[in-house]
């Protein structure tokens, strides 16, 4: 659809180029300050991907909320709002929470049973060999390749909606400028600027709700906004709502988007290493807290953002347009300040974009282009980082140059990076050219990516998992997945297969449930029929040595010379002598974190998913102006929560890291080069 743009196309270029230059220019600074005033310096592989793992809680939370919230989770989410009402936002929120949520387990399971990996891979070719490892390779890179594309597609055609910059140029330009600074300062540098987006995303979302609740001549209150959703209803009634309504949780599309979208977001958290990156730099003994914390502040994004901005789109085809010559907009003779929208401009997520600019005018189409670069930005600065990870560990050193040096293992992750943002641009225009949407991928992603996803998480914590089953199950499903998406195309559009006819709500549930369902029964039967039996010493092992080298140059004392990066005891006792080390891996407090994870996990993916929604649902309940207000009021509370979760709290643990990098600034003020940190021999963690 063709939209006027209500930016010059200038603006679309500065926003991309300035404020990607303005980050990577930031972050070098920030970099060279960590390095002189904490001593932490990315110029080592371990520091450089994973942080030399000593992340605190919330600064970790916080990566986890910047690098889930893509331009989907802004602008999809406002376009399911937008076809659905309300029911919308909850779905899209709760069937994307939840993953983070549970994998909690598999991050506790992780410091577990291989505390010093580098990758989630590398567990896989340790403990099943390399046919596994490249066939789950290949289920990693589909998985960082959909996921970069829909960050892509969706930040470039908002880019272009509002300014007219080149949808061509805007693919390219969004990765290249997040690589300079991913290339500068790694992971501890892309997990701050995290950091930094995540709080401006915050302070843009709460200034549109209070707008549109608020303060806007449009709308301007809970009731308004009620009685305008009410009036769409009658000109416009949604099929398979209750009442047509928009305010009502009875929604049958919105509960098939809501399995859609649950089963497809598996997929790309579980195989995605942006996610197994932060559960690698966290602390052991946090790691657990931080993506429960994560999990549930990234809820409020989605739900109060949609609530916002995809209401709004709607609301505004019942508000007059200056040159309606009728007030009711029942009457013939009625304009809309906002036009509806046809199904091409809402599958590219264009409801948010044109309700800020129908709302703020130029300034909420800036205030939506920067909320919207800065969301895509710190998520694409995730998948280059975790790409550069598996380029660099499981294909390089594994295949390439076992024997690599820590230069050459550094050289090739700044490589990895550079090489993935330039495939990420490619992606985005050949998916362009061939008329894929955000939409189309976002719903279309667990068809081909749900199969790896329970044995994934089987060879991470089930000992009995069972190689062959979990390979075989991940093949099958991915076959099965395809077919009957395929299948059900043909049969619900007369034999048509193409695009449009193939994104369906039908189409793609056949797809997601077959692909996810296949996968899981294949590898669990085989392991229950045919265990293995493994105790995980092995992974345990990957890498141990290595990491107390890489530990020992953060904390500044003698490296070690030898290279190796496996040592000959590979048993359990072995890794408890390391823990002597990090007192933090000690087995049975992962153990029980384990088991608080599981058990919150799953009491929380209840209440999202089943007890709070499906009673609604089958309430067939239209909200009233009082249930409706106190919908939108608990959604505010929970988005100011989530604010002080992952900026306020991340500041208060870091207050140690703060105060010494601000004596060492003051020290170098009135006395210059006094400030440089020296390490004192018992310091061992200067990085915090």
Same mark, same amino acid.
């Given at each position: 659809m063709s939209t006027s743009e209500v930016l010059p196309q200038g603006a679309g270029y500065g926003v991309v180029i300035g404020i990607g230059l303005f980050f990577s220019a930031f972050m070098v600074g920030l970099t060279a300050i960590q390095a002189r005033y904490t001593g932490v310096s990315p110029k080592d592989s371990e520091e450089f991907s994973s942080a030399s793992r000593s992340v605190k809680p919330g600064l970790i939370a916080s990566g986890i909320v910047s690098a889930w919230t893509w331009a989907a989770t802004l602008l999809q989410s406002s376009a399911i709002a937008y076809r659905y009402g309300i029911s919308g936002p909850w779905w899209y929120a709760a069937g994307a929470t939840v993953q983070v949520l549970l994998f909690a387990q598999l991050a506790a399971k992780l410091k577990l049973n291989a505390p010093y990996a580098h990758t989630w891979l590398e567990i896989v070719a340790v403990r099943w060999g390399t046919v596994a490892h490249l066939v789950f390779m290949g289920f990693g890179f589909a998985t960082n390749l959909i996921v970069s594309s829909m960050l892509v597609l969706g930040g470039s055609a908002t880019v272009t909606s509002l300014t007219g910059m080149s949808t061509i140029a805007a693919c390219f330009l969004i990765p290249l400028g997040v690589a300079i600074y991913v290339v500068v300062g790694g992971m501890r540098s892309t997990l701050l600027c995290d950091y930094t987006h995540t709080t401006v995303l915050f302070a843009i979302i709460l200034t549109f709700v209070f707008t549109v609740y608020?303060?806007?001549?449009?709308?301007?209150?809970?009731?308004?906004?009620?009685?305008?959703?009410?009036?769409?209803?009658?000109i416009s009634p949604v099929a398979g709502n209750a009442a047509g309504s928009y305010l009502t949780l009875r929604s049958k599309n919105g509960l098939i988007f809501g399995v859609i979208n649950l089963i497809g977001n598996f997929a790309t958290v579980f195989q995605d290493q942006a996610y197994w990156q932060r559960a690698i730099a966290s602390r052991p003994s946090t790691t657990v807290k931080a993506y429960l914390i994560g999990g549930l502040a990234w809820f409020a994004i989605p739900f109060v953002f949609s609530t916002t901005l995809g209401l709004a789109a709607v609301a505004f085809s019942a508000v007059p347009a200056a040159n309606s010559a009728s007030q009711d907009p029942l009457s013939s003779s009625f304009i809309p300040l906002l036009a509806p929208l046809s199904q091409d401009a809402i599958s590219e997520g264009l409801p948010a974009s044109l309700a800020a600019a129908t709302l703020l005018g130029k300034s909420g189409a800036a205030a939506l282009l920067i909320v919207l670069f800065l969301a895509v930005t710190s998520a694409t600065s995730a998948e280059l980082i975790a790409v550069s990870s598996i380029l660099t560990y499981d294909i390089y050193v594994r295949y390439i140059n076992p024997k690599a040096t820590e230069q050459q293992i550094l050289r090739m992750s700044h490589a990895g990076v550079v090489i993935f943002a330039l495939v990420m641009g490619i992606a985005g225009v050949i998916f362009y050219y061939i008329g894929v949407s955000m939409g189309w991928l976002y719903t279309f992603m667990g068809v081909i990516l749900g199969s790896a996803v329970c044995p994934i998480a089987l060879c991470i914590t089930w000992k009995k998992a069972s190689k062959v089953g979990c390979?075989?199950?991940?093949?099958?499903?991915?076959?099965?997945?395809?077919?009957?998406?395929?299948?059900?195309?043909?049969?619900?559009?007369?034999?048509?297969?193409? /695009?449009?006819?193939?994104?369906?709500?039908?189409?793609?549930? *056949?797809?997601? +449930?077959? %692909?996810? #369902? =296949?996968?899981?029964? !294949?590898?669990?039967?085989?392991?229950?029929?045919?265990?293995?039996?493994?105790?995980?010493?092995?992974?345990?092992?990957?890498?141990?040595?290595?990491?107390?080298?890489?530990?020992?140059?953060?904390?500044?004392?003698?490296?070690?010379?030898?290279?190796?990066?496996?040592?000959?005891?590979?048993?359990?006792?072995?890794?408890?002598?390391?823990?002597?080390?990090?007192?933090?891996?000690?087995?049975?407090?992962?153990?029980?974190?384990?088991?608080?994870?599981?058990?919150?996990?799953?009491?929380?993916?209840?209440?999202?998913?089943?007890?709070?929604?499906?009673?609604?649902?089958?309430?067939?309940?239209?909200?009233?102006?009082?249930?409706?207000?106190?919908?939108?009021?608990?959604?505010?509370?929970?988005?100011?929560?989530?604010?002080?979760? /992952?900026?306020?709290?991340?500041?208060?643990?870091?207050?140690? *890291?703060?105060? +010494?990098? %601000?004596? #060492? =600034?003051?020290?170098? !003020?009135?006395?210059?080069?006094?400030?440089?940190?020296?390490?004192p021999s018992s310091m061992m963690e200067p990085g915090e």
């Amino acid at each position: 659809m063709s939209t006027s743009e209500v930016l010059p196309q200038g603006a679309g270029y500065g926003v991309v180029i300035g404020i990607g230059l303005f980050f990577s220019a930031f972050m070098v600074g920030l970099t060279a300050i960590q390095a002189r005033y904490t001593g932490v310096s990315p110029k080592d592989s371990e520091e450089f991907s994973s942080a030399s793992r000593s992340v605190k809680p919330g600064l970790i939370a916080s990566g986890i909320v910047s690098a889930w919230t893509w331009a989907a989770t802004l602008l999809q989410s406002s376009a399911i709002a937008y076809r659905y009402g309300i029911s919308g936002p909850w779905w899209y929120a709760a069937g994307a929470t939840v993953q983070v949520l549970l994998f909690a387990q598999l991050a506790a399971k992780l410091k577990l049973n291989a505390p010093y990996a580098h990758t989630w891979l590398e567990i896989v070719a340790v403990r099943w060999g390399t046919v596994a490892h490249l066939v789950f390779m290949g289920f990693g890179f589909a998985t960082n390749l959909i996921v970069s594309s829909m960050l892509v597609l969706g930040g470039s055609a908002t880019v272009t909606s509002l300014t007219g910059m080149s949808t061509i140029a805007a693919c390219f330009l969004i990765p290249l400028g997040v690589a300079i600074y991913v290339v500068v300062g790694g992971m501890r540098s892309t997990l701050l600027c995290d950091y930094t987006h995540t709080t401006v995303l915050f302070a843009i979302i709460l200034t549109f709700v209070f707008t549109v609740y608020a303060s806007s001549g449009s709308i301007g209150s809970i009731s308004r906004m009620h009685y305008l959703l009410g009036e769409v209803s009658k000109i416009s009634p949604v099929a398979g709502n209750a009442a047509g309504s928009y305010l009502t949780l009875r929604s049958k599309n919105g509960l098939i988007f809501g399995v859609i979208n649950l089963i497809g977001n598996f997929a790309t958290v579980f195989q995605d290493q942006a996610y197994w990156q932060r559960a690698i730099a966290s602390r052991p003994s946090t790691t657990v807290k931080a993506y429960l914390i994560g999990g549930l502040a990234w809820f409020a994004i989605p739900f109060v953002f949609s609530t916002t901005l995809g209401l709004a789109a709607v609301a505004f085809s019942a508000v007059p347009a200056a040159n309606s010559a009728s007030q009711d907009p029942l009457s013939s003779s009625f304009i809309p300040l906002l036009a509806p929208l046809s199904q091409d401009a809402i599958s590219e997520g264009l409801p948010a974009s044109l309700a800020a600019a129908t709302l703020l005018g130029k300034s909420g189409a800036a205030a939506l282009l920067i909320v919207l670069f800065l969301a895509v930005t710190s998520a694409t600065s995730a998948e280059l980082i975790a790409v550069s990870s598996i380029l660099t560990y499981d294909i390089y050193v594994r295949y390439i140059n076992p024997k690599a040096t820590e230069q050459q293992i550094l050289r090739m992750s700044h490589a990895g990076v550079v090489i993935f943002a330039l495939v990420m641009g490619i992606a985005g225009v050949i998916f362009y050219y061939i008329g894929v949407s955000m939409g189309w991928l976002y719903t279309f992603m667990g068809v081909i990516l749900g199969s790896a996803v329970c044995p994934i998480a089987l060879c991470i914590t089930w000992k009995k998992a069972s190689k062959v089953g979990c390979i075989t199950g991940s093949l099958v499903g991915f076959f099965a997945g395809v077919i009957a998406w395929l299948v059900t195309t043909s049969t619900l559009n007369q034999k048509v297969i193409n /695009v449009t006819t193939s994104g369906g709500n039908y189409e793609m549930l *056949a797809g997601n +449930l077959a %692909s996810i #369902g =296949v996968g899981a029964i !294949i590898s669990t039967a085989a392991s229950l029929i045919w265990p293995d039996d493994y105790d995980f010493a092995s992974t345990r092992a990957i890498n141990v040595r290595g990491t107390t080298v890489a530990s020992s140059n953060v904390n500044h004392e003698p490296e070690d010379s030898e290279n190796e990066k496996n040592v000959p005891d590979v048993s359990v006792s072995s890794v408890t002598n390391g823990a002597q080390i990090d007192p933090e891996l000690d087995p049975v407090g992962l153990n029980k974190a384990f088991k608080f994870a599981a058990r919150a996990s799953i009491v929380l993916t209840l209440i999202l998913m089943i007890l709070i929604p499906i009673p609604l649902f089958f309430a067939q309940t239209v909200y009233s102006v009082t249930g409706f207000s106190v919908w939108v009021i608990v959604g505010i509370i929970w988005a100011f929560v989530s604010a002080f979760a /992952v900026v306020i709290y991340p500041l208060w643990e870091s207050r140690g *890291a703060l105060l +010494l990098i %601000s004596r #060492g =600034v003051i020290k170098d !003020i009135f006395s210059p080069g006094s400030g440089k940190f020296i390490a004192p021999s018992s310091m061992m963690e200067p990085g915090e």
